[in-house]
T-cell receptor, first 110, second 114 residues
Framework: KNEVEQSPQNLTAQEGEFITINCSYS?????LHWLQQHPGGGIVSLFM???GKKKHGRLIATINIQEKHSSLHITASHPRDSAVYICAVSPGGGADGLTFGKGTHLIIQP | DGGITQSPKYLFRKEGQNVTLSCEQN?????MYWYRQDPGQGLRLIYYSQIVNDFQKGDIAEGYSVSREKKESFPLTVTSAQKNPTAFYLCASRQGTGWDQPQHFGDGTRLSIL
């Protein structure tokens, strides 16, 4: 069973700072997902990646398959970025369902 | 707009009662999933279904049951056998079953057992 670890668990930063959230996993995967959960509980998918790097607006996600590690970066952070960011992995080998990290609670102060 | 609808948003039940959480999607997605979220823990997979009339147990299926009679609907029943049912429940779906399709999530149902 895959173990997904995220760090840090909690992060408070000032508006404008560059944010990095890390995710590592223990077993080979088919894809890695970065998700955003707002206080109401709903979850939005930010990225799904299996190699390299993806960028969407101020968000950048990278993955290193050999090291089993991914990072989510937020440039020019803003208070509206405050949320829980969750890393999840899709298993390989025909299995289904995601395995999730515990999440990183990010607060951006004005 | 297409999406996943979970209802109700908040649900209260007395201990010992079965309760059914609704999940409906109009995305024409093949696969549907139920996850449970507890404070301080990652989401965990309860059940999933890749096709109508078929479903598979996830990591924490004990005390839960599901059905998939229609493609758009995947209700979850929390039975009295579930020892600690108070939690946040999320339903998800995706197109096909290949690894390259992202999951779409509903807004969740928060279940409290009184």
């Amino acid at each position: 069973k895959n173990e997904v670890e995220q760090s840090p668990q909690n992060l408070t930063a000032q508006e404008g700072e560059f944010i990095t959230i890390n995710c590592s996993y223990s077993v080979g995967i088919s894809a890695l997902h970065w998700l955003q959960q707002h206080p109401g509980g709903g979850i939005v998918s930010l990225f799904m990646l299996s190699s390299g790097k993806k960028k969407h607006g101020r968000l950048i996600a990278t993955i290193n398959i050999q090291e089993k590690h991914s990072s989510l970066h937020i440039t020019a952070s803003h208070p509206r970025d405050s949320a829980v960011y969750i890393c999840a992995v899709s298993p390989g080998g025909g299995a289904d369902g995601l395995t999730f990290g515990k999440g990183t609670h990010l607060i951006i102060q004005p | 707009d297409g999406g996943i609808t979970q209802s109700p948003k908040y649900l209260f039940r007395k201990e010992g009662q079965n309760v059914t959480l609704s999940c409906e999607q109009n995305l024409n997605h093949d696969a549907m999933y139920w996850y449970r979220q507890d404070p301080g823990q990652g989401l965990r997979l309860i059940y999933y279904s890749q096709i109508v009339n078929d479903f598979q147990k996830g990591d924490i299926a004990e005390g839960y049951s599901v059905s998939r009679e229609k493609k758009e609907s995947f209700p979850l029943t929390v039975t009295s056998a579930q020892k600690n049912p108070t939690a946040f429940y999320l339903c998800a779906s995706r197109q096909g079953t290949g690894w390259d399709q992202p999951q779409h999530f509903g807004d969740g149902t928060r279940l409290s057992i009184l």
